[in-house]
Structure formats: C-alpha cells, structure tokens
C-alpha cells in the first residue's frame, strides 16, 4: 500500500510539473532564428497567434502541434488560411494535414529528444504542411 501511496504521488508531482512547463511556453511563446508566428482564425472569427517551431523538408515548410495545448491546430483545420510571419515577413499560406507516410518521414528528420517530450507529458505529435498561397 505504500509503494502504491509514493507511485500515486509521484504521478501526481510529474502532471503538475508537465502542466507548469507547459503553461510557461504558453505563456513566454519564446521565439529564435528558428520559429514562425502563426495566425489562425477561431469559429467567432477572432484571430489568435502562436509561436511555433518552423521545420523544413523536401523544400516544403511544416509545423507541428508538439504540446498538449493544441487550439490553434484545431484552429487551422478548420480555418486553412493562415497567415505566417517568419524573418519580419508575413505571407498567407493554406495549412494542409498530411499524410502518416509524409508525418513519418518529417518525424524522423526532426525528432525529439527524450527529455523534451517527458517534459511535455509525452503528446501525440501531429503536422500541417504549409503551402504558400
């Protein structure tokens, strides 16, 4: 019972901690050489923007919704035309799901590290193509 006790808290320690981190990056959105402002519009029609980490394969620009806070994945599903700014540029860019083959094969080109996924709780990773409009 007490090994069942200290699993129990232990868990308990790891969400909170998953929810803290996640909730800084929400926060902070940190940016560098490598991130992109997305912006996608919600079902009110109000727009919201996301810092997110731009990834490149096969010339073709992707992202991919790497956390458990995923609006505006859901977001750009359901409203494709984004607006993308990278590099104090904006251009407009249509958000297309892909393929597994296709998610495969980014997924291995630009994988994560163990620690960065325990520290966001492990979250299926999906991506969007973005197409230039």
Not at 25 to 48: C, F
Not at 81 to 103: C, D, F, G, Q, T
Request: charged content about 20%.
């Amino acid at each position: 019972m007490k090994a069942l006790k200290i699993f129990a808290i232990l868990v308990v320690v790891y969400v909170g901690g998953v929810v803290v981190f996640e909730s800084y990056l929400g926060y902070a959105q940190p940016e560098n050489q490598r991130t992109l402002v997305i912006t996608t519009t919600d079902a009110t029609g109000a727009s919201n923007e996301r810092v997110l980490a731009s990834l490149e394969s096969n010339g073709q620009l992707y992202v991919s919704a790497n956390h458990w806070p995923r609006a505006w994945y859901k977001q750009a599903l359901e409203s494709p035309n984004v607006l993308v700014a990278r590099a104090a540029e904006a251009h407009k860019y249509l958000a297309v799901p892909i393929s597994e083959e296709e998610a495969r094969r980014v997924n291995n080109e630009h994988r994560h590290s163990l620690g960065f996924r325990i520290l966001t709780g492990f979250p299926p990773r999906v991506f969007l193509r973005l197409d230039p409009q």
